[in-house]
């Protein structure tokens, strides 16, 4: 059985992670809205990532003897200046989520909960990609924005994303 604090703690974060798939989803409207394809390609599949991530925590929960209780998901921002913006406003809300998860696993230690601990890992070395991504992605954009064909390449690219093997969605 999981301990309460240690549920309602996870629970939380499902709604972070539902939010992040809402704030990813709205980068990827701005991005379509101005004709930046593959950007928008990028946040959709970033999206739905985040999606899989709050299912593997609902998931998780429940195997655990816990219930997954939903809160209603704030509204994210619709707009932003540049493309530059919008991929700082994702390198920096990665950043947030990752010290979620630092959180997450502090409660864990606290509370004893040695098996969400190991659970969290998974969560936490996905956190050091996510940045990593981000930030990558935030240099590309400094090192070619005053470039229309650098931006059209980097659009291209971003679009050739695709979401690979789908998340594991059960908790372990």
Avoid at 18 to 28: E, Q, R, T
Avoid at 49 to 74: C, D, P, Q, S, T
Avoid at 81 to 97: G, T
Avoid at 142 to 169: F, H, W, Y
Wanted: hydrophobic share 40%; aromatic share 10%; glycine share 6%.
């Amino acid at each position: 059985m999981i301990d309460k604090k240690m549920e309602k703690e996870l629970n939380k974060q499902i709604n972070e992670e539902l939010f992040s798939a809402y704030l990813y989803f709205a980068m990827a409207a701005d991005f379509e809205s101005k004709n930046w394809q593959g950007m928008s390609n990028w946040m959709k599949i970033q999206a739905q990532e985040e999606m899989g991530h709050g299912l593997k925590l609902y998931n998780w929960i429940n195997e655990r003897g816990g219930k997954a209780v939903f809160e209603a998901i704030a509204k994210p921002g619709e707009t932003w200046d540049s493309a530059l913006d919008v991929f700082k406003a994702a390198y920096n809300h990665e950043q947030h989520i990752t010290s979620c998860f630092y959180d997450l696993m502090r409660t864990a230690r606290e509370v004893g909960d040695i098996a969400t601990e190991i659970f969290l890992q998974w969560f936490i070395t996905e956190q050091v990609e996510e940045e990593a991504n981000a930030s990558d992605i935030v240099e590309e954009i400094m090192k070619v924005q005053n470039s229309p064909n650098g931006m059209i390449m980097l659009d291209k690219e971003l679009g050739s994303r695709a979401l690979t093997a789908p998340i594991q969605t059960t908790g372990a």
